[in-house]
């Protein structure tokens, strides 16, 4: 880079921050009005098929801070870990083995209307108040729970330059490789991608995320 340059890329630099707030709150509210008859829907469904509530909450990490993350409830009530592990021990193995994912058909935790909010990415919707809040952003590193992160570091510990670098930013509702149709690559490589957008963030990019999380939800019906 010149000389020349570097006025322009620290303006670019400082702006990027304030312009994406103002893109995610902006986006949020819009998309939040247009998407409330699914949202209205979703939550009457959702009640009528299972006990428990409609809305659930976890606590995941970002900026170095854990803050409760909305998802709708797509799955039983109660320990779900617990109840996979002494139910269906195989599955728990596997569950560990495969980096905390497990099929959506397979996974016996989730409901039926779980399923289909899951495979069309409905349920990631009540993450728009997270957005709204200040917690996360449109497009970001995956939100993780602060406990899956010690275990990656522990199990993949070249990984965890990768790993600070997702716990210092807003995770997103989409990133990198949720639109990239490498949803099932495993944490090295999801982690590096999430660790490469981090470090090269431009609102070129972010756009071009967005425009694609649509493409992405739609090949996962």
Do not use: C, H
Not at 79 to 106: C, G, H, I, Q, V
Not at 159 to 181: C, E, F, H, L, M
């Amino acid at each position: 880079m010149t000389s020349r340059n570097i006025p322009f890329y620290n303006l670019r630099v400082r702006l990027f921050d304030p312009i994406k707030r103002i893109m995610d709150i902006s986006s949020s509210i819009i998309l939040i009005i247009i998407f409330s008859p699914i949202l209205i829907i979703t939550s009457i469904i959702i009640k009528l098929t299972s006990p428990g509530p409609v809305i659930f909450k976890q606590k995941r990490v970002g900026q170095n801070k854990e803050f409760d993350m909305y998802k709708f409830r797509s799955m039983r009530v109660g320990d779900n870990d617990k109840f996979l592990k002494e139910n269906y021990p195989e599955l728990w193995k596997k569950y560990k083995a495969n980096d905390w994912k497990l099929s959506a058909r397979e996974d016996p935790r989730i409901t039926p209307i779980g399923r289909f909010i899951r495979a069309t990415s409905i349920d990631e919707m009540p993450q728009f108040i997270n957005v709204l809040k200040g917690e996360m952003s449109l497009v970001g590193p995956r939100a993780y729970r602060d406990e899956e992160l010690k275990e990656y570091a522990k199990k993949y510990p070249q990984t965890r330059a990768y790993i600070a670098d997702i716990r210092s930013v807003k995770p997103g509702i989409t990133g990198p490789w949720q639109v990239s149709g490498r949803n099932e690559l495993p944490f090295e490589k999801r982690s590096k991608m999430d660790s490469d957008y981090i470090k090269n963030r431009s609102l070129r990019e972010e756009l071009l995320i967005i425009l694609k999380t649509p493409f992405a939800m739609f090949s996962n019906w």
